[in-house]
């Protein structure tokens, strides 16, 4: 497990810089920061990812369901990483006004005793942000579309919306670099799906809301 988590780490932040190397962003203007205080004296910032525009690429068995059923051509696992389930997906990050400012790299991987989420947020004219959950349900957003009539090979429309990361002390903010050294919080990150194509691709949001102190 420990291995794994640290290889799909390794691999994930590997494919961000590639992929930042790669996808035209542009240049690292500085955008302004869309945050708002807090009553505490922390400040809140919205992320967002559209499906499928904001897909940059993903590696997982496809076991791991709809979000690695819909890569194409995503390269194949190591047989030494399938044992346990792993999901390392890539994706373009927009502020809350929907402007590109970097890009994101999520990793998802389990074992018989537990399972954790990582994403890491890579800001390029701001620095990074290392977000850290435990215990995301396994298959959660391809259980709430069955629930909500989709089938595979069909078409489907709706609105469901499934919190992957819940709001609360365990979804945490765990590391930064940069402009955010030294910062901690919480975080939630809820996925807002609309659409499914009849080839499994995913069609919404991904709203990543942080709320962001200094550490003691």
């Keep these: 497990m420990k291995f794994t988590f640290i290889f799909a780490l390794f691999l994930g932040f590997a494919g961000v ?3 930042g190397h790669f996808v035209p962003l542009g240049a690292h203007v500085r955008l302004p920061s869309q945050t708002r205080v807090v009553a505490n004296g922390g400040r809140a910032e ?25 890569a194409a051509g995503a390269p194949t696992l190591p047989a030494d990483l399938t044992a346990e389930p792993l999901l390392v997906e890539h994706f373009k ?29 890579m800001i390029p004219s701001r620095g990074a942000l290392l977000l850290t959950a435990p215990a995301e349900a396994r298959g959660a957003i391809d259980a709430a579309l069955h629930n909500a009539g989709y089938r595979a090979g069909s078409a489907w429309a709706g609105d469901v919306r499934v919190a992957l990361a819940p709001d609360s002390d365990t979804s945490v903010i765990a590391a930064g670099s940069d402009e955010f050294v030294g910062l901690r919080g919480r975080y939630s990150e809820i996925w807002t799906i609309t659409g499914v194509s009849d080839a499994g691709e995913l069609r919404g949001t991904i709203e990543i809301d942080t709320v962001i102190r200094h550490g003691s």
Excluded: C, M, Q
């Design 46 to 70: 919205r992320f967002v990812i559209r499906l499928p525009v904001d897909r940059v690429a993903v590696v997982g068995p496809k076991t791991a369901g709809l979000r690695a059923d819909s």
């Design 93 to 121: 990050l927009r502020d809350a006004g929907g402007n590109v400012v970097g890009l994101a790299a999520r990793h998802w991987n389990a074992d018989a005793r537990a399972s954790g989420t990582a994403w890491s947020l």
């Design 17 to 19: 810089l590639a992929a």
